[in-house]
């Protein structure tokens, strides 16, 4: 099967344990305060494992779960010829290709599928405004073509910025779904704690000072009632919103800046390296969690397999499970990212 998932001793038992708690039974109960006091009480591993566990057997989400877990190997189909995958990459994309910010596992999946497949072109540290308009002149390229949207990381914020004003929708009118990828659609406390301190903020100034960028990026990125990613997403009703989620454990993460962002933002609950799962559990449409990868959907074999499926499942018109009319996510206000300042 494609998205077949195996665990170890250790982590089934811990899967397991999670399944029979007693406690916060449905996935709403699990608010931010809630999963702190699970993670204090418990440990991060458990309210990790117990999060995961409640998305999955979620209503609105277990149906489309089941549904991705059952499909076979998928294969190239000349009916998806009609269909573009446009992928926004996440910030560094063009530093760090490595890092899987670049989309290459989607394009590649996307090709071998027989989708045509093109990585929207941003810069690298671009604002959410100068992002927004290369994403709404991406679609504007393909005109008539029906458009599968994959953003990553920061390209989800860039997105949901694209989406801000009522007038952009009409270049969204192509397209068919939003695959969002561990998205900052709220900002990220990554963000918030390289700014926190003097010496912090210097070295991430360095580190984009001697690559030609601006700091600008980051701070917009910053969870906060001023930041201009603090209003609701709001999707138009005819695109259908697909979430695939990490929920790794610090044993799963390989790379040691995503160790480093796990163990800071790890100190406010469950986390991916890059956004606090409270938040994207959070977002409307389907979710897809993806147990032991990363913020960038590491590793990448069972990555692959997902993604594939996920792509193949939009090939069927007649499929709608997962599909959320209620394509609004709350306000930062309202979610765990918000400053307890």
């Not at 993460?253 to 790890?266: A, E, G, H, I, P």
């Amino acid at each position: 099967m494609a998205a077949k998932q195996t665990f170890d001793e250790e982590e089934g038992a811990l899967l397991a344990r999670a399944g029979s708690f007693p406690e916060f039974q449905s996935l709403p109960e699990l608010t931010a305060a809630a999963l702190r006091e699970i993670s204090a009480r418990e440990g991060l591993d458990f309210a990790t494992a117990l999060l995961y566990d409640r998305v999955k057997r979620a209503p609105q989400h277990a149906a489309f779960i089941g549904q991705i877990d059952r499909r076979q190997s998928p294969k190239r189909k000349n009916s998806t010829e009609d269909r573009t995958v446009l992928v926004v990459p996440a910030a560094f994309y063009r530093e760090n290709p490595n890092s899987g910010a670049d989309g290459k596992l989607i394009l590649q999946e996307a090709g071998r599928l027989g989708f045509r497949a093109e990585l929207v072109s941003l810069s690298s540290t671009g604002t959410l405004e100068e992002n927004s308009k290369n994403i709404l002149d991406g679609l504007a390229n393909h005109p008539g073509e029906k458009i599968i949207l994959v953003s990553l990381c920061k390209g989800g914020a860039d997105v949901k910025f694209a989406l801000g004003s009522t007038w952009t929708h009409a270049h969204f009118s192509n397209v068919l779904a939003w695959i969002n990828i561990c998205g900052t659609l709220n900002g990220s406390p990554v963000a918030e704690w390289l700014l926190a301190t003097r010496p912090r903020f210097f070295l991430a100034w360095l580190y984009c000072k001697c690559r030609g960028h601006h700091m600008a990026f980051v701070r917009e990125l910053v969870p906060s009632l001023q930041s201009p990613l603090s209003a609701s997403l709001k999707l138009p009703s005819s695109i259908r919103l697909i979430n695939i989620i990490g929920f790794p454990l610090r044993r799963h993460l390989t790379n040691r800046f995503m160790r480093l962002c796990y163990r800071r933002v790890s100190r406010q609950g469950p986390t991916d390296g890059g956004v606090l799962l409270a938040d994207v559990c959070r977002l409307p449409g389907a979710i897809y969690p993806l147990w032991g990868a990363d913020h960038y959907l590491r590793p990448e074999s069972r990555a692959r397999q997902v993604i594939a499926a996920v792509l193949e499942d939009l090939t069927e018109g007649s499929n709608q499970a997962g599909f959320c009319s209620m394509n609004e996510t709350p306000a930062i206000g309202q979610t765990a990212q918000t400053l307890s300042a």
